[in-house]
Nanobody, 115 residues
Framework: QVQLVESGGGLVQSGGSLRLSCAAS????????MGWYRQAPGKQREMVAV???????NYADSVKGRFTISRDNVKNTVYLQMNSLKPEDTAVYYC?????????WGQGTQVTVSS
């Protein structure tokens, strides 16, 4: 079955950088649209960035110019490079793989940005 394993989260100071990785298995990775979502305490899960199987990207307005999503179809991995981090970026970040009718989630990785 599809498995998504996130890594790279942690504690970073405001203005710092982190790179999240999501390793996928049990799927034909290159055919899936991949994305990163986040959920802060008391808030709904929101889209951060997505990259389609055709390498089209889309970002939430709040992260445009600071975050970059990329994918490696050889390593079956999707990345989220996060620069100029702000305290409001603090959340659990989830990897998502989507190909109709399937919609799969990783277990999440915590990102905490201190002021």
């Amino acid at each position: 079955q599809v498995q998504l394993v996130e890594s790279g989260g942690g504690l970073v100071q405001s203005g710092g950088s982190l790179r999240l990785s999501c390793a996928a298995s049990g799927m034909i990775f290159s055919t899936y649209d991949m994305g990163w979502y986040r959920q802060a305490p008391g808030k709904q899960r929101e889209m951060v960035a997505v990259i389609t199987s055709g390498y089209i990207t889309n970002y939430a307005d709040s992260v445009k110019g600071r975050f970059t999503i990329s994918r490696d179809n050889v390593k079956n991995t999707v990345y989220l490079q996060m620069n100029s981090l702000k305290p409001e970026d603090t959340a659990v970040y989830y990897c998502n793989a989507r190909q109709w009718p399937g919609n799969h989630w990783g277990q999440g990785t915590q990102v905490t940005v201190s002021s």
